[in-house]
């Protein structure tokens, strides 16, 4: 094939595809800056260049702030003790454990089934005077707690069915990742007389870094792309407790329609976002542990 | 871990229990739904051996919305995604994969920026485009923005490296274009590929929930997961015996199809997460 027959194939194969991604993807985080920079049209009047003032309402919004330090409590709840449980889970089942094969069911059902539908059955889990929770409470003669109703707790409810989601999901890659550790590395670590916790510290675990990274990465995108659970458990509520920043966003578009606004707190998300594609780019040149 | 540090006596029996309780932990929200939408409505907070089994939950649940709709919506969705998915994610993988033209790697890192800023972040400004376009409230317009999707064109592009050479050059030997190469080499040689991806695409449509909800507003268009939500939100008050029954029933396709398939489904999403 003649060059320029290469270059045009290539082109037109491509075109269908960059086209969809130019008008979702790109287009729109371009735009997203830009009406960041623009009042919300209303009524006849239309949109006009304000500079900054959205981002400084941005900074003096007592509840955008909430929603950002939510977020990141909410990261820090749940992405390490959904690794950490994924882990344990996978060297369970890849082990000689009694009933393998179902607990790997049990493990991994919860990433199948619809966030919303995971939702309205952790809702009434949590319900209060007559949930399963309360009623397992009660039984040991705690007092009633309305879990999802009071500032304290709704913010840890919602991270414990986000773990119990994605722990299986993480799972099943940090199993994938087991089963290719070679058998004569713990032979020869036997020999030496290394123990089982000091091969897994030393070999097993470093060996799974790269699982681990992406694992990690995944985790961090979905601590804030995934509000399904808040529109359905508590929106947002108790006053703003559980609001994370992509329910905010959805708030502030598609309830009070201030999309100006909703594009600058867009942004932020956005920043977060390139800062973890940053991270993963650093740590990846690094290599950690590759092979 | 391999069988030199498998864990024995009473480190192992510990171990089988910590499984156990963290599998029972993990099923008990299930089972607990389950067990809600089978019986009459005084037994859901009551656990009584003897209470009796009933299918009126759903029956009630699929009287009380139309979620015969939902789910035509819901399969259409994903049928519809899932065809232009496969195609454009083909088309951008051969020519990322074997083709050699300006702008290649350029274009390939503006496809990658979609691993990071997935559609669902874009909510606000692709509202915006879809009202413009004309397509609001359109089953169209849930799975559009999805349709040019970074991960399937990089695991297939992966795929298709694999693939030697010589396999290539001697269809265009016999005379092949490059469409019939594709068609005749790269596509059946990425079966199984294929398969994962299709598996991961279906149950993330089926399930997708944000962006369906924002850009619907009709019966004709809702999937299933917002007409579970309008439901369940609206229509009921908080009868669980028949939210719980609703939310089963939603998710059954699914769930039957992922316990019948369970091996394709688990290796599935291990080969689309290794990359």
Same mark, same amino acid.
């Given at each position: 094939m003649t060059r320029s027959a290469q270059w045009l194939y290539g082109w037109l194969l491509l075109l269908p595809a960059i086209t969809l991604l130019a008008l979702f993807t790109h287009y729109p985080a371009l735009a997203t800056l830009w009406h960041s920079f623009l009042s919300t049209p209303k009524g006849a009047r239309p949109a006009t260049f304000v500079g900054l003032e959205n981002y400084h309402q941005l900074t003096e919004d007592p509840i955008f702030w909430q929603a950002l330090s939510n977020n990141l409590w909410f990261a820090i709840g749940t992405i390490p003790a959904s690794i950490a449980l994924a882990l344990l889970m996978a060297v369970w089942v890849n082990?000689?454990?009694?009933?393998r094969g179902f607990l790997r069911l049990a493990y991994f059902t919860p990433t199948i089934l619809p966030m919303i539908a995971v939702a309205n059955i952790w809702l009434f889990f949590y319900t209060?005077?007559? +949930?399963l929770l309360e009623q397992i409470l009660k039984a040991f003669g705690a007092s009633s707690h309305n879990w999802l109703g009071s500032k304290s707790t709704a913010l840890t409810c919602i991270m414990v069915v986000t773990v119990w989601k994605e722990a299986g999901f993480f799972m099943i890659f940090y199993l994938a990742a087991l089963q290719s550790v070679a058998a004569n590395l713990a032979e020869a670590a036997a020999i030496e007389g290394a123990s089982r916790w000091y091969f897994f510290r030393r070999v097993t675990f470093p060996l799974l870094m790269p699982t681990t990274l992406f694992v990690l990465v995944n985790a961090v995108i979905n601590a804030f792309r995934l509000v399904d659970h808040i529109v359905v458990m508590?929106? +947002?509520?108790?006053?703003?407790?559980?609001?994370?920043l992509l329910y905010y966003i959805y708030e502030i578009g598609f309830r009070f329609w201030d999309s100006a606004y909703a594009a600058a707190l867009t942004m932020v998300l956005l920043a977060i976002l390139g800062l973890v594609a940053l991270a993963q780019f650093w740590f990846l040149e690094r290599r950690v542990h590759y092979q | 871990m391999s069988q030199v540090y498998a864990a024995r006596g009473a480190t192992h029996a510990l171990e089988t229990a910590g499984a156990w309780l963290l599998g029972a932990l993990w099923v008990l929200p299930l089972v607990y739904a389950f067990w809600t939408a089978f019986h009459p409505g005084e037994f859901s907070t009551r656990f009584v051996l003897t209470a009796p089994l009933t299918l009126e939950n759903f029956v009630k649940a699929w009287a009380a919305a139309p979620f015969a709709r939902y789910f035509v919506n819901t399969v259409m969705l994903v049928t519809m995604t899932l065809a232009a998915q496969l195609v454009l994610v083909t088309l951008a993988a051969y020519a990322f994969a074997r083709f050699e033209f300006p702008g290649r790697s350029v274009l390939f890192a503006l496809v990658l920026v979609q691993l990071m800023i997935m559609p669902d972040v874009l909510i606000v400004e692709n509202y915006r485009t879809m009202a413009a376009l004309g397509l609001k409230d359109t089953i169209v317009a849930i799975g559009l923005p999805y349709m040019a999707s970074a991960f399937g064109i990089f695991l297939l592009r992966q795929t298709f490296k694999t693939i030697p050479r010589e396999l290539d050059e001697a269809a265009r030997v016999e005379g092949c274009t490059p469409l019939q190469v594709l068609w005749k080499v790269y596509v059946p040689l990425a079966r199984p590929v294929y398969l994962a991806y299709a598996l991961v695409s279906v149950s993330f449509h089926w399930n997708n929930f944000l962006w369906p909800l924002i850009i619907t507003n009709s019966v004709e268009s809702r999937p299933l997961t917002v007409g579970l939500q309008v439901f369940s939100a609206?229509?009921?008050?908080?009868?669980w015996s028949i939210i719980t029954a609703a939310t089963l029933m939603t998710t059954a396709p699914l769930l039957v199809a992922f316990l019948l398939f369970q091996r394709q489904f688990v290796q599935s999403f291990m080969r689309a997460g290794i990359r």
């Open positions: 082990g000689r454990v009694a009933g209060p005077e007559y +949930g508590t929106r +947002g509520g108790p006053d703003n407790a559980t609001a994370l | 609206t229509d009921q008050g908080i009868d």
